[in-house]
């Protein structure tokens, strides 16, 4: 496989507000649905990023809104290094705060797709589908480079979390790149997991499995061990196309990859779904050990994500 394209493609015709989900959005398939959550490393985080004036209160007065906000919005005093060296240190106070471990931080993600999750049968009432969005308000990863986001975004729980979400996809609105200039994005987070499982896969058979050729069944066999849930695949007369979520990978005889956005309308009917009983022998034990030493030692490098302007006036509108 090389370099891999992106087509895009979207139409809506209007966009509801309601309450489970947060909005319903028409297009000419029907109606399907969107959730939208925000992501704080804690409530006392949301709190003093949402009230105004709550900082200076509590370094005024250390006036707290709740109880759990004492120990975690503490007040102690820090010394001040000035940066031009042409003034002396000095003492001030301020809320000192722990920031969570990255791995800290992906498993409070997981979390919360678990929790929408388990909500999930609310929203699918007259909807052909349902999307969740998460905004995230801690971005963790700043400062890392963007083409690494995988790599340190996708553990084993997340993996897990989102192929065992019922949503079509998961966006996921953060900050990456340095801090100095740091980009809005939107991260189809199921797009991404195809994308590099896709590229995983046809490592594995090309350096442990010669002989065998990388079909769409196989792919699809193959993604449907991994967990990921309604995995379909289709044959065309110049390559083949996986589809997980709203998204498919299409491998073409010439062996480009282009990833193509469904675009919230219905995956075609002759789409092929798979079955368990066609699922191949080769994901046995052996092909287990193998496929763990491979993720365990290698690295997905993308900086898939998509320009986030305007998003957090959406979150707003919420």
């Known amino acids: 496989m090389i370099a891999a394209s992106l087509v895009l493609d979207q139409y809506v015709d209007s966009v509801t507000p309601t309450e489970e989900p947060d909005f319903k959005v028409k297009n000419a398939d029907g109606e399907f649905g969107v959730e939208i959550t925000e992501f704080y490393f804690s409530q006392s985080q949301a709190r003093i990023k949402n009230i105004s004036g709550y900082a200076m209160e509590i370094l005024g007065g250390k006036k707290y809104r709740h109880k759990d906000d004492i120990a975690s919005l503490a007040v102690a005093e820090v010394t001040v290094l000035p940066g031009d060296n042409r003034g002396p240190e000095f003492n001030v106070e301020a809320i000192i705060q722990e920031v969570p471990k990255a791995d800290e931080y992906i498993e409070k993600i997981s979390e919360l797709i678990e929790h929408k999750n388990k909500r999930f049968n609310r929203y699918t009432m007259g909807l052909s ?75 594995t058979l090309v350096k442990e499995y010669p002989g065998t050729p990388m079909t769409s069944l196989l792919c699809a066999e193959y993604l449907t061990w991994r967990g990921a849930k309604s995995i379909c695949f289709k044959d065309f007369s110049d390559g083949y196309e996986v589809v997980y979520g709203n998204s498919g990978v299409f491998v073409s005889k010439d062996n480009k990859v282009y990833v193509r956005d469904h675009s919230d309308f219905a995956i075609p009917a002759d789409f092929n779904p798979v079955t368990a009983q066609g699922t191949s022998s080769i994901f046995d034990d052996a092909f287990l050990r193998i496929f763990e030493a491979y993720k365990r030692d290698s690295a997905f490098s993308t900086e898939l994500g998509f320009d986030a302007s305007g998003s957090d006036q959406l979150a707003r509108d919420k």
Do not use: C
């Open 129 to 203: 589908h349902v999307n969740l969005i998460i905004f995230d308000y801690e971005h963790r990863l700043l400062g890392t480079p963007k083409d690494m986001f995988h790599h340190l975004f996708f553990q084993p729980r997340l993996e897990k979390a989102l192929m065992n979400a019922d949503f079509r996809e998961v966006f996921f609105v953060t900050q990456l790149g340095e801090f100095g200039s740091p980009k809005g994005v939107y991260i189809p987070l199921k797009m991404l997991f195809l994308l590099a499982e896709m590229y995983f896969f046809n490592h």
